[in-house]
């Protein structure tokens, strides 16, 4: 429950302030006694964020709906969305494979991308390394090991390690980031993310 409350907690905060704003409007404006004032602001506030909620569900869903499948001579098979692509991959010595993905406009992955992954693989031991460092304050040592699960390149010197533990009872959604620029981890932190394998490999 408290993951959640702080999942929305930006959607909360916006229906509270709208329903005050709305509810002194009415108040002021119309001369509604208080207890109907408050009962419309908080109608028409709920109204409008499940709409706002709504509308950034079906943006979603559109986003991530599948354009076309390409093999790659590189990174294999990618599947094309609208807004991004992603590919199956496994870096070296990596026991598992992992999600790469890239925004993209022109449909397929760019030079400068392919060229960002070749050095996130020659590197990928040292910049692993570096995020479990980094994250060790944040985990609990009785945790179960970091699992790699995204990489998402973002710019041509700046991409992301999204990171999550395996699922076992008990433990909650969310997982860790990382953040690197130039080789060099910049960022660090928690997210409500949790990768869902079945979306990412399309």
Not at 105 to 118: F, H, K, N
């Given at each position: 429950?408290?993951?959640?409350l702080?999942?929305?907690?930006?959607?909360l905060k916006?229906?509270?302030v709208?329903?005050?704003?709305?509810s002194?409007?009415?108040i002021?404006?119309?001369?509604?006694s208080?207890?109907?004032?408050v009962?419309?602001?908080i109608?028409?506030?709920?109204?409008?964020?499940?709409?706002?909620s709504?509308?950034q569900?079906w943006?979603?869903a559109?986003n991530m709906h599948?354009?076309?499948?390409?093999?790659?001579p590189e990174?294999?098979?990618?599947?094309?969305?609208?807004?991004?692509?992603?590919?199956r991959l496994?870096?070296s010595?990596?026991?598992y494979?992992?999600?790469?993905?890239?925004?993209?406009?022109s449909?397929?992955p760019?030079?400068?991308?392919v060229?960002?992954?070749?050095a996130?693989?020659?590197r990928?031991?040292?910049?692993?390394g570096?995020a479990?460092?980094?994250?060790a304050?944040l985990?609990?040592?009785?945790d179960?090991v970091?699992?790699?699960e995204?990489?998402e390149?973002?710019t041509?010197?700046t991409?992301?390690?999204?990171?999550?533990?395996?699922f076992?009872?008990?433990?909650?959604p969310?997982?860790?980031?990382?953040r690197?620029?130039?080789m060099?981890?910049i960022?660090?932190?928690?997210?409500p993310?949790?990768?869902?394998?079945?979306r990412?490999?399309?």
């Amino acid at each position: 429950m408290t993951f959640w409350l702080n999942y929305y907690a930006g959607a909360l905060k916006a229906a509270f302030v709208l329903a005050c704003v709305l509810s002194v409007a009415l108040i002021g404006l119309t001369n509604l006694s208080v207890v109907p004032g408050v009962l419309i602001g908080i109608t028409c506030a709920t109204v409008v964020i499940a709409a706002l909620s709504l509308l950034q569900r079906w943006l979603n869903a559109r986003n991530m709906h599948l354009v076309r499948v390409l093999d790659h001579p590189e990174l294999g098979q990618v599947s094309v969305y609208r807004k991004h692509w992603t590919a199956r991959l496994q870096a070296s010595e990596l026991p598992y494979v992992c999600t790469l993905m890239g925004a993209c406009d022109s449909g397929a992955p760019t030079e400068e991308q392919v060229s960002l992954w070749r050095a996130i693989r020659n590197r990928y031991q040292s910049l692993l390394g570096d995020a479990h460092q980094r994250l060790a304050s944040l985990s609990n040592p009785a945790d179960p090991v970091l699992r790699l699960e995204l990489i998402e390149l973002q710019t041509p010197d700046t991409f992301m390690f999204f990171l999550s533990r395996p699922f076992h009872s008990g433990s909650k959604p969310g997982g860790l980031f990382v953040r690197y620029k130039d080789m060099t981890l910049i960022d660090a932190g928690r997210t409500p993310w949790r990768a869902k394998r079945e979306r990412l490999e399309g």
